[in-house]
Every structure is written in structure tokens, then in C-alpha cells.
């Protein structure tokens, strides 16, 4: 669609354990594409979508894993928000750095309310850590109201997905950013559709952007890295395995063939590719 663009925007990185990361796929397999370290982790990102709409402004997907970690949960998740040359990240950072500041974001889109996904919504309100404020204080929020209603009341496997301080004050303080909840696929703004997928966890959305250059989907947690594209591998954290290969399987096909964009939200150094039909899957096109 004429004058929609999309932009990556690098909120931090973290590392998780490769073995949670692929699920039942060998070590030998996975480490090839992702190499785990000394404590057996994987690099990832939390890569947010930019997209520079022309009538509905700035819509922000996704907000990162955020800043509002202690010394023991920076270690246990390799947490970053510096580069190696000095780059400061952050949602605030990462937004300065393409020219913008939280304010001049109109629209958040929350695939799902994981702590990587949404804990750059909110920030400490003072140095004693105690209290948060929205980063996007007045701007509305959107997520399905199927994962709205999971992530409140999680299940004790994904528990510990979930940290209520990231999200909560979107229900406690509705006048400082509205929420709205969406019920199944949604064209949200002309050329901007959020598609739901019950895999992962419940009702997360992929979103899929019609942008001048390109057809994009941002994949979110249903295809997290470029290592994730065979079908089989699927993450550990998955509520429904079977579910996400076949939804999976969906997604890639529409892709393939109509050349849409992946857009990845974990792969540490591949913002997004195009892909190609290989043997009885797909991969990476050359």
C-alpha cells in the first residue's frame, strides 16, 4: 500500500536456553545456526515492528523485553540494552535512533504479553524501583482479548511468562493508555492485519503489513529466529506444539507464494528474508 513503511527497531538482546528454543530438536541440529554458550543459551532479539502508516501515524509492534531487571535477572537472561559500540538501546534509545521519541508513537500493538514482548511498556517511576509508568502514556494499546483474558489468569506451565507489572496498568489506568481488544482476525488500519495463532500461547497475532515495498509478516513467537523455519522446530515454550506446525506450515506457504517478507522478531542478526520451497519445507531464499 502506497506510503506504508516498516522499520526494524532493536529494543535489546537477551539469550534463552537453546534446548527450551527447539524443543525436541538435537543439540547437533539447532547449534548449527544457533550456538549455544558455555551455559548452553541463544542469542536473541527483541526486535520490534515500526510501521509509518500515512493516515494512521506511527504504530509501534511489540515494545521489547524492557529495562526494569535487577542484577540477578540480567544474568539469568544475558539481558543487553548496549551495543559492543556503545549504542544505547532501549524502547527510548532504539526509538531516538530512527528519529522518534515515545510520544510521537500514536498506535502499540501487543502480539502477546510475554516478559519479552511487552516490558518495554512500562518504566520505573523513580529510582526506588518500586512503582511503573506507561511509556506510552495516552496512546492506544491493542491485543486479542482471548490472550487479554489467558495472560491474566495464566496456567501454571506459562506462568512465568507473564510479569503483571508490564501490562496490568492498562486495566488499572485506562485514561493513561486505553486498551482495546480485539476478537479474531482484524484489519486494525487499512493494510495492517493481525492474524491469530493459538500455538505458542493464546491468541497471540502475527501481523501482517502491505507496505509499499513489500508485503511483511512479523512472526512474533511462531517462527522466532531464521533457525526456526523447518517446520519440526518448534520451541519448548509452546502451549500447543502440533498447533504451531501446522500453523506454521500455513503461514509459510501463503509466503512462499506471494513473496511476502519474514519479519523476525528473535533472530539475532536477520531483521527479515524472503524464502523459497526446499525439499519438503522452506528456507531462507538465496
Not at 526509538?95 to 516478559?115: E, M, N, Q
Not at 524501583?129 to 495516552?138: I, N, S, Y
Not at 500461547?201 to 512479523?218: F, G, H, L, P, R
Request: charged share 25%; net charge negative; proline share 7%.
Amino acid at each position: 500500500m502506497e506510503g506504508i513503511r516498516v522499520e526494524p527497531i532493536l529494543e535489546g538482546r537477551f539469550a534463552l536456553d537453546g534446548g527450551a528454543m527447539f524443543g525436541i530438536i538435537p543439540k547437533p541440529l539447532w547449534n548449527r545456526t544457533n550456538p549455544a554458550d558455555s551455559s548452553n543459551r541463544i542469542d536473541l532479539s527483541a526486535r520490534c515492528m515500526l510501521i509509518r502508516h500515512p493516515t494512521a501515524g506511527n504504530i509501534l509492534v511489540d515494545a521489547g523485553i524492557g529495562t526494569k531487571w535487577d542484577d540477578k535477572g540480567r544474568a539469568i537472561y544475558k539481558i543487553r540494552h548496549q551495543e559492543d559500540d556503545g549504542t544505547t538501546l532501549g524502547i527510548e534509545g532504539s526509538l531516538k535512533a530512527a528519529g522518534l521519541t515515545p510520544d510521537d508513537i500514536d498506535h502499540v500493538i501487543l502480539t502477546h504479553l510475554h516478559l519479552d514482548h511487552a516490558g518495554g511498556l512500562t518504566r520505573w517511576a523513580d529510582e526506588r524501583c518500586e512503582d511503573v509508568v506507561p511509556v506510552f502514556a495516552g496512546k492506544p494499546h491493542y491485543v486479542m482479548q482471548e490472550h487479554w483474558a489467558w495472560a491474566n489468569s495464566p496456567s501454571v506451565r506459562d506462568r512465568g511468562s507473564f510479569i503483571p507489572r508490564d501490562f496490568r496498568f492498562l486495566e488499572a489506568t485506562p485514561d493513561a493508555a486505553p486498551l482495546h481488544l480485539l476478537a479474531g482476525q482484524t484489519e486494525l488500519f487499512p493494510g495492517v492485519t493481525l492474524i491469530p495463532r493459538y500455538g505458542h500461547t493464546q491468541a497471540m497475532s502475527c501481523v501482517k503489513v502491505d507496505a509499499e515495498d513489500a508485503t511483511y509478516i512479523y512472526l512474533a513467537d511462531l517462527i522466532p529466529t531464521s533457525g526456526h523455519l523447518k517446520i519440526p522446530y518448534v520451541m519448548g515454550y509452546d502451549l500447543q506444539p502440533l498447533i504451531t506446525c501446522r500453523e506454521k506450515q500455513e503461514i509459510l506457504s501463503e509466503a512462499a507464494r506471494h513473496n511476502w517478507r519474514l519479519f523476525f522478531e528473535h533472530d539475532p542478526t536477520t531483521a527479515w528474508c524472503h524464502i523459497e520451497p526446499y525439499k519438503r519445507g522452506y528456507r531462507q531464499a538465496k
